[in-house]
């Protein structure tokens, strides 16, 4: 995945702006259909999840077409719109994730953890969106505005998720180390943009500028969904190689005597 | 009872388990006794479920209990020792019928039908799998479980190993689960049926539990035993180690009383059998000290040394306490076992009088009462 993601920081701007808008949809759509197959493995809310991901993934696609890049300018209404629909695939995916979350086993310091990620949250978007507002048409600045309000919404509902897998880690591991891949790759997709900002000292507003740049951020962007993609074929594939580990163990091949 | 006790007796039960995992691995396990082996009559076994179930009627409770609790905690670790990742059966609840019957049948098959299968213990299948976020339902049957195979009775009583198959589905999913027999072989069912589920249990678990007077035809069963007629494709015997955890899980909640009930169920059932042992070797009373020895060895239970005043008895091979621990606990039934045939044979009351352990033999003493 390092690999990969790391591998457009070094190449020329050309080629690495030609090797993102080649990747992102390539990992993206592997994702999109890996989460489909993972969805048929499970029922209810858990299943839910993973068709949304899958829909908020193969939504991501779009706006790495270049050749769409001209329709877009046209019709700005219509790319809130696409934003929107892609960012509510995020919301339900995330809310069914909840659903199958068991936040009641979250420790006090969890929640401590919840609530200051909260507080920044709304502290950087209190910071760094305001100045966006210069660059939104009036008609938009308010569905725009939600949606960074949402990246922070999206943070909060899949932070349970990581937090019960750590806390678990020193106990019985029960939680699992696939499905917490998945969501810490949804998580680092979502805050990818603001950890740029924050760290490179670039406006929000000038963040876009370094799409399909062989940037910092193309190489965050592309790492997140690699993590989401590999996340979702291990968990498909758990079933299988946890059953070979067991054989291998019993045929005298595992470390433990 | 002391905590330290149950420590000790819980570390007897994972050791048990531990020979178990070894077996399954194909190492090598030396015998737990040099002549007879690792093997009993499934009769011995069988005996000391039902008179304690008949005797007591808390009984089934107890033994449900500490054998879910024992299954449970060595499930899990009989998993971890294999390499399987803790979260195997993550969110099993959310899974496809058809994925959870697929997974849990397998991982069911190669480790713990193998392991019942080594130990005679019967043939384990998973028949279904049904999930639910508010209800989990794992049916399982047992085909020619030791525990109840070839004896007719009136109510299911496989408690052990309702207890003990819920303990390990609990183990693997990482859930408390209930589970009960909703059929049994000794009902008249081809397979013992056990349902095991998350939200399940209830009233169904209740009136499992607390039945009513169980009744079974002891003197069948014992003539079955000692006409050897093989009744099971496994055979008519049961790994010595399964009936040591029998052993286990009955007395660990309370050893000395365990102890000193299964004495005086032992003195009752001794006089019975001496009085079928008569009939069945065609021996008068004086004769019968031989077809003691003869019953015993027959069964694979010990091998029985009795001196002509019947006073003194030196036991090795038993099958109690062989490979485990020289610990009288185990013996309460035994040692009133013998004090009702002695009682019968020598045609005087003859009472326990104490035992010692003297290198691998245990010698029981008993005094003739005036």
Same mark, same amino acid.
């Given at each position: 995945?390092?690999?990969?993601?790391?591998?457009?920081?070094?190449?020329?701007?050309?080629?690495?702006?030609?090797?993102?808008?080649?990747?992102?949809?390539?990992?993206?759509?592997?994702?999109?259909?890996?989460?489909?197959?993972?969805?048929?493995?499970?029922?209810?809310?858990?299943?839910?999840?993973?068709?949304?991901?899958?829909?908020?993934?193969?939504?991501?696609?779009?706006?790495?077409?270049?050749?769409?890049?001209?329709?877009?300018?046209?019709?700005?209404?219509?790319?809130?719109?696409?934003?929107?629909?892609?960012?509510?695939?995020?919301?339900?995916?995330?809310?069914?994730?909840?659903?199958?979350?068991?936040?009641?086993?979250?420790?006090?310091?969890?929640?401590?953890?919840?609530?200051?990620?909260?507080?920044?949250?709304?502290?950087?978007?209190?910071?760094?969106?305001?100045?966006?507002?210069?660059?939104?048409?009036?008609?938009?600045?308010?569905?725009?505005?939600?949606?960074?309000?949402?990246?922070?919404?999206?943070?909060?509902?899949?932070?349970?998720?990581?937090?019960?897998?750590?806390?678990?880690?020193?106990?019985?591991?029960?939680?699992?180390?696939?499905?917490?891949?998945?969501?810490?790759?949804?998580?680092?997709?979502?805050?990818?943009?603001?950890?740029?900002?924050?760290?490179?000292?670039?406006?929000?507003?000038?963040?876009?500028?370094?799409?399909?740049?062989?940037?910092?951020?193309?190489?965050?962007?592309?790492?997140?969904?690699?993590?989401?993609?590999?996340?979702?074929?291990?968990?498909?594939?758990?079933?299988?190689?946890?059953?070979?580990?067991?054989?291998?163990?019993?045929?005298?091949?595992?470390?433990?005597? | 009872?002391? +905590? =330290?006790?149950?420590?000790?007796?819980?570390?007897?039960?994972?050791?048990?388990?531990?020979?178990?995992?070894?077996?399954?691995?194909?190492?090598?396990?030396?015998?737990?006794?040099?002549?007879?082996?690792?093997?009993?009559?499934?009769?011995?076994?069988? *005996?000391?479920?039902? *008179?304690?179930?008949?005797?007591?009627?808390? $009984?089934?409770?107890?033994?449900?209990?500490?054998?879910?609790?024992?299954?449970?905690?060595? +499930?899990?670790?009989?998993?971890?020792?294999?390499?399987?990742?803790?979260?195997? $059966?993550?969110?099993?609840?959310?899974?496809?019928?058809?994925?959870?019957?697929?997974?849990?049948?397998?991982?069911?098959?190669?480790?713990?039908?193998?392991?019942?299968?080594?130990?005679?213990?019967?043939?384990?299948?998973?028949?279904?799998?049904?999930? !639910?976020?508010?209800?989990?339902?794992?049916?399982?049957?047992?085909?020619?479980?030791?525990?109840?195979?070839?004896?007719?009775?009136?109510?299911?009583?496989?408690?052990?190993?309702?207890?003990?198959?819920?303990?390990?589905?609990?183990?693997?999913?990482?859930?408390?689960?209930?589970?009960?027999?909703?059929?049994?072989?000794?009902?008249?069912?081809?397979?013992?049926?056990?349902?095991?589920? *998350?939200?399940?249990?209830?009233?169904?678990?209740?009136?499992?539990?607390?039945? =009513?007077?169980?009744?079974?035809?002891?003197?069948?069963?014992?003539?079955?035993? *000692?006409?050897?007629?093989?009744?099971?494709?496994?055979?008519? !015997?049961?790994?010595?180690?399964?009936?040591?955890?029998?052993?286990?899980?009955?007395?660990?909640?309370?050893?000395?009383?365990?102890? !000193?009930?299964?004495? =005086?169920?032992?003195?009752?059932?001794?006089?019975?059998? +001496?009085?079928?042992?008569?009939?069945?070797?065609?021996?008068?009373?004086?004769?019968?000290?031989?077809?003691?020895?003869?019953?015993?060895?027959?069964?694979?239970?010990?091998?029985? !040394?009795?001196?002509?005043?019947?006073?003194?008895?030196?036991?090795?091979?038993?099958?109690?306490?062989?490979?485990?621990?020289?610990?009288?606990?185990?013996?309460?039934?035994?040692?009133?076992?013998?004090?009702?045939?002695?009682?019968?044979?020598?045609?005087?009351?003859?009472?326990?009088?104490?035992?010692?352990?003297?290198?691998?033999?245990?010698?029981?003493? $008993?005094?003739?009462?005036?």
């Amino acid at each position: 995945m390092l690999i990969p993601s790391g591998i457009c920081l070094l190449l020329p701007d050309t080629i690495a702006g030609s090797y993102t808008r080649i990747m992102y949809p390539l990992v993206l759509i592997l994702g999109a259909v890996l989460s489909m197959r993972v969805a048929a493995i499970y029922k209810n809310w858990l299943r839910n999840a993973f068709i949304f991901l899958s829909l908020f993934l193969f939504l991501m696609i779009f706006p790495h077409f270049d050749f769409l890049w001209g329709f877009y300018s046209a019709h700005p209404q219509l790319v809130v719109l696409l934003q929107w629909i892609t960012y509510a695939m995020l919301v339900l995916c995330s809310f069914y994730v909840l659903k199958v979350t068991e936040v009641r086993e979250i420790t006090r310091e969890g929640w401590v953890l919840i609530g200051a990620a909260f507080l920044i949250g709304i502290i950087i978007l209190a910071y760094h969106v305001p100045p966006l507002y210069h660059y939104y048409p009036p008609a938009y600045k308010i569905p725009l505005t939600l949606i960074y309000f949402l990246d922070v919404v999206i943070v909060i509902m899949l932070m349970p998720v990581v937090l019960l897998y750590a806390q678990q880690m020193r106990l019985e591991g029960r939680e699992s180390i696939t499905f917490t891949t998945i969501i810490s790759g949804i998580i680092l997709s979502t805050v990818a943009v603001y950890l740029y900002v924050i760290v490179s000292g670039i406006p929000l507003y000038a963040a876009p500028n370094v799409f399909h740049t062989g940037s910092v951020l193309d190489s965050l962007y592309l790492f997140s969904y690699l993590l989401i993609a590999v996340g979702l074929y291990v968990h498909k594939k758990y079933d299988e190689w946890g059953f070979d580990m067991i054989e291998q163990a019993l045929s005298g091949g595992s470390a433990e005597t | 009872m002391s +905590a =330290e006790r149950e420590v000790g007796m819980e570390k007897l039960i994972d050791g048990v388990w531990a020979v178990f995992l070894d077996k399954l691995k194909k190492k090598d396990v030396p015998p737990a006794r040099p002549a007879f082996g690792d093997e009993l009559n499934l009769f011995v076994p069988q *005996l000391r479920m039902l *008179l304690p179930i008949y005797a007591n009627p808390r $009984f089934p409770v107890s033994i449900y209990t500490s054998s879910y609790l024992a299954a449970r905690r060595n +499930a899990y670790t009989v998993m971890r020792k294999l390499d399987m990742p803790p979260d195997f $059966f993550w969110k099993f609840e959310f899974w496809t019928d058809e994925r959870a019957f697929d997974v849990l049948s397998k991982v069911t098959n190669r480790i713990f039908r193998e392991i019942m299968r080594t130990t005679k213990e019967g043939l384990l299948s998973v028949e279904n799998a049904s999930t !639910d976020p508010e209800k989990i339902e794992i049916l399982l049957t047992l085909d020619e479980c030791v525990e109840c195979f070839g004896i007719e009775a009136n109510h299911p009583f496989c408690y052990y190993h309702a207890g003990t198959l819920t303990g390990i589905i609990s183990a693997l999913l990482g859930k408390e689960l209930d589970g009960y027999e909703t059929a049994c072989c000794a009902t008249g069912g081809d397979k013992c049926e056990f349902v095991i589920g *998350l939200g399940r249990g209830g009233d169904e678990l209740e009136r499992y539990l607390n039945p =009513e007077k169980i009744e079974f035809p002891l003197q069948k069963m014992v003539e079955n035993a *000692l006409g050897g007629k093989s009744l099971r494709s496994l055979g008519n !015997d049961a790994d010595l180690r399964y009936y040591q955890l029998i052993i286990l899980n009955s007395i660990i909640t309370n050893p000395k009383v365990f102890r !000193d009930s299964s004495y =005086e169920v032992g003195v009752a059932y001794g006089k019975t059998l +001496a009085q079928f042992l008569g009939r069945y070797y065609n021996k008068s009373e004086d004769e019968l000290l031989d077809a003691i020895s003869h019953y015993y060895q027959s069964l694979k239970h010990l091998q029985l !040394d009795l001196n002509e005043s019947a006073d003194e008895v030196r036991a090795a091979e038993v099958a109690e306490i062989s490979g485990l621990a020289q610990n009288e606990d185990f013996l309460g039934f035994l040692f009133g076992e013998l004090e009702g045939l002695l009682t019968v044979a020598t045609k005087g009351k003859m009472t326990y009088a104490g035992n010692a352990f003297e290198g691998n033999e245990l010698v029981i003493k $008993f005094k003739r009462q005036e």
